[in-house]
């Protein structure tokens, strides 16, 4: 890709102006110069180890729990609750 600003290569240290073209690591946020770009193993990306479902059921316990909140205020204001939750 074309650098947007002109930068250092990471590996030989070349300075690299802007409009060369060149490799940029978006997540180290530096630039490789072509030569160097074969001579480098890309660097290991970091896993996350959260479970799947964890997003997912915080999303659902805030679901439910707003829909318990706004039955319980409507039926407050009808003079009391005539709902059962389970859990």
């Not at 997912?56 to 407050?76: I, M, P, Y």
């Amino acid at each position: 890709m074309a650098l947007r600003h002109a930068g250092a290569c990471r590996v030989c240290g070349v300075e690299l102006p802007a409009k060369t073209t060149a490799v940029y690591d978006f997540t180290a946020k530096n630039v490789l110069c072509l030569a160097c770009r074969d001579s480098v193993s890309p660097a290991p990306q970091q896993v996350t180890t959260t479970a799947p479902a964890e997003g997912s059921r915080r999303q659902q316990d805030r679901r439910v729990g707003d829909r318990r909140q706004a039955a319980s205020t409507t039926e407050a204001s009808r003079g009391g609750s005539v709902l059962q939750w389970d859990s």
